[in-house]
């Protein structure tokens, strides 16, 4: 499994869970997507928004191009009590928005000893985390709301915003700790998000053909008037140019999922209007090896068989019945 940032909250989860497929590791599923939320950190800040201050921050002394493993010197003298924000570097990509998923590389450390925290840099894997009220800490919502894909971002967290006078002793930040952080955003997405790449010929007789449109609204599915497959189908839409997804990979998706009998949709992140992330380890069988092997910025069609999805447990109120095959469109935006 990949680590997960300490600093982000538990967030909900979508409808394609594992409950209902004989796994004994299941959770209560009024999603169908994902099975777990993400690790604990900091709790929603009931302080009022912070004023955002030029400073002081502390240099950044190497590694200063976008995309470079910064190293970041000791804070010095005392921080501000306020969120100290300042643009290194400024993107031209799209604006982050709250409630928005982010793609970045970040470190993290304290301010007084220069003792780092966290550092996807050298875990070669970009954080995938929502800039959200109760998903991310909320100095990393202040801080990147605003700032544009492309952009390198440096910010100090007083406790206020970061982990209260509680402080978290397990990774070694106390209740008086200032924190500081370096974030190079390569990318944001938003319910309006879709997939990007080339269209693929949908000739198969046997498999639904889902629309092309990529506008950020949920593409038609059209169920081929036999009977569903007695094997997954997963087939390209549209095919991406990104990198190829693997077995013990989160990814941010937009999808849609239709019963294959009577074409009727029982789950749709468009109808929502939000965005979802979830392991391909912690979703029904059918999306774990629908999704992978296929590549970032696709549109993926799958149809899900019974034995790879819920079988004759589908959750309550889903609109799903015993033994239904289950059709998706699913774009991967991103992956973790």
Same mark, same amino acid.
């Given at each position: ?12 989860? *979508? @409808? ?29 800040? =009931? ?45 031209? &990509?799209?604006?982050? =928005? ?9 470190? #993290? ?7 780092? @925290? ?15 009220? &109760?998903?991310?800490?909320? #100095? ?5 709301? #605003? ?16 982990? *209260? ?9 106390? &209740? ?55 094997? @997954? ?13 693997? =077995? ?8 849609? *999922? ?27 069988? &059918? ?20 034995? @790879? ?7 309550? *109120? ?19």
């Amino acid at each position: 499994m990949r680590r997960r940032s300490l600093f982000l909250a538990a967030v909900p989860a *979508g @409808l394609v869970t594992l409950a209902g497929c004989g796994d004994d590791d299941t959770s209560d599923s009024s999603s169908a997507v994902d099975s777990s939320a993400s690790p604990s950190a900091s709790a929603p800040s =009931a302080a009022p928004a912070p004023k955002i201050v030029d400073g002081p921050l502390p240099a950044i002394t190497a590694g200063t191009k976008f995309g470079e493993k910064p190293t970041v010197a000791k804070g010095s003298g005392e921080p501000s009590d306020q969120l100290a924000v300042r643009t290194v570097i400024a993107g031209g &990509g799209q604006t982050v =928005a709250e409630g928005d998923y982010i793609q970045a590389h970040y470190l #993290g450390q304290i301010w007084d000893t220069g003792k780092v @925290l966290d550092n996807s840099y050298e875990r070669k894997a970009p954080l995938l985390a929502q800039i959200a009220q &109760g998903s991310t800490m909320e #100095g990393w919502r202040y801080a990147l709301t #605003g700032k544009k894909s492309g952009s390198r971002v440096e910010f100090a967290v007083p406790p206020t915003w970061g982990f *209260g006078k509680e402080g978290n002793a397990e990774a070694g930040i106390k &209740g008086t700790d200032t924190l500081v952080f370096v974030f190079d955003i390569q990318d944001t997405f938003n319910a309006k998000s879709s997939a990007k790449g080339k269209n693929v010929p949908q000739d198969a007789a046997a498999v639904p053909v889902v629309g092309t449109n990529t506008d950020g609204k949920a593409p038609s599915v059209k169920i081929p008037k036999t009977d569903p497959p007695k094997k @997954l189908v997963a087939e390209y839409v549209i095919e991406g140019d990104g990198e190829v997804v693997a =077995a013990d990979n989160t990814v941010l998706v937009q999808y849609k *999922g239709v019963v294959w009998d009577t074409g009727k949709e029982f789950d749709s992140t468009y109808k929502n209007s939000a965005l979802t992330s979830f392991s391909l380890q912690q979703v029904v069988k &059918g999306w774990g090896q629908g999704l992978t092997g296929r590549k970032v910025g696709s549109r993926v069609v799958i149809v899900i068989p019974p034995d @790879l999805g819920y079988g004759d447990q589908p959750p309550a *109120g889903s609109g799903i019945e015993k033994d239904s095959t289950m059709v998706f469109t699913v774009d991967i935006l991103a992956k973790m």
